[in-house]
């Protein structure tokens, strides 16, 4: 069944490619608006082995961006629904869901050196900066990073660069103060994605939450599945 699954994507990319997206093993961190789009995009395209972390529960303002969140899965462990949706792709597919927040404490946890791939979607600044330090350490494992996809609406001003690259994204100005804070920086360069669209919440909110829409936050996720899907064919 899987080989009928995949054969539109056999005839563009061929054998090589098909063995060896199945055999990369990847773990995503944050399946939100970002996250979850680019766990799709990566099942769809063959890759069995995807670990997702996340320690949210669903609730009803998700269901404007995030993929595994409808009216019926409200309250439901997002990293769960999410991961019955992925072997529903695939049901040869060897998914892990951790329904867990990554933190400095628990980082040996994950044992992040067992992946070729990490794929950061986190959105709070301490465990994001402390994720990209661990893995610019590692060998063999690569990372891709989602800088801030709310507040964005056009798409065609998102853009791949690497990390030190990157201007007027607030979420990567708030990581380069921490790492200049800490005295701690990334050891190797890392390609990100990240938009320079410039746009404030019409409407004020006291929570100082940020605006979002799927298209967005979704190509966002398709854009870091693309840098893992060339970098493997590369």
Known sequence: ???????????????DALKAFEKTKVIIFGIGGVGSWCAE??????????????SDYICETNINRQLPATTKTVGKIKADVL???LLEINPAANIKSIHKFYTAENSSEFELSDYDYVIDAIDSVKEKAHLINTVTRLKNTKLFSSMGAALKMDIFKIKKSEFWKIKGDPLARALRN?????KIFPEKKFQCIWSDEARK???ESNLRINGTITHTTATFGFALANLLIDDIIK
């Open 201 to 203: 919440n019409i409407v």
């Open 178 to 182: 921490n790492f200049k804070r800490s």
């Open 41 to 54: 995009a990566l099942v769809r395209s063959t890759v069995k082995n995807i670990t997702i972390v996340d």
């Open 83 to 85: 991961k019955e949706r």
């Open 1 to 15: 069944m899987t080989e009928n699954i995949f054969s539109r994507l056999h005839l563009l990319v061929g054998d």
